[in-house]
């Protein structure tokens, strides 16, 4: 199983989802060709009425636990409540681009 779908998979089982976009960030990365190490996940839920944006945060690396400790190098969150996600009209900024990191590394290897 990818490494998406088991972010997806687990998103699902563990919060009522309203909305869900997870996006494969990685080739903005310096990491070899079809790497899945680098996600935005943009998530919609109801579960997240009263929370602050750190403990949505929090919840969803305990989730994600697993992924964070292995494959995925770097995960931005964009949580919602879905009276948040109205009043944005449903739109997120997109990341910015890599800076170049490891590329510059004699040892790095794309």
């Known amino acids: 199983m990818s490494v ?7 998103v699902f089982d563990a ?3 309203a909305h869900f976009a997870l ?4 080739h903005k990365h310096s990491v ?5 190490t680098h996600f935005k996940l943009v998530l919609v839920s109801e ?3 009263g929370m602050l ?3 949505r945060h929090q919840l969803l690396y305990k989730v994600l636990a697993d992924e964070l400790a292995g494959p995925v190098h770097a995960l931005a ?9 109205q009043a944005k009209g449903g739109e997120v900024v997109s990341s910015p681009d ?3 990191g490891s590329k510059h590394d004699p040892e790095f290897k794309a």
């Open 23 to 26: 996006e494969n960030e990685s």
């Open 77 to 85: 969150l964009h949580t919602f409540t879905p009276a948040e996600w």
């Open 32 to 36: 070899p060709a079809n790497s899945e």
């Open 53 to 55: 944006p750190v403990r």
């Open 47 to 49: 579960q997240f009425e």
């Open 98 to 100: 890599c800076l170049g």
């Open 4 to 10: 998406a779908a088991l972010i997806e998979r687990k």
């Open 15 to 17: 919060l009522p989802v």
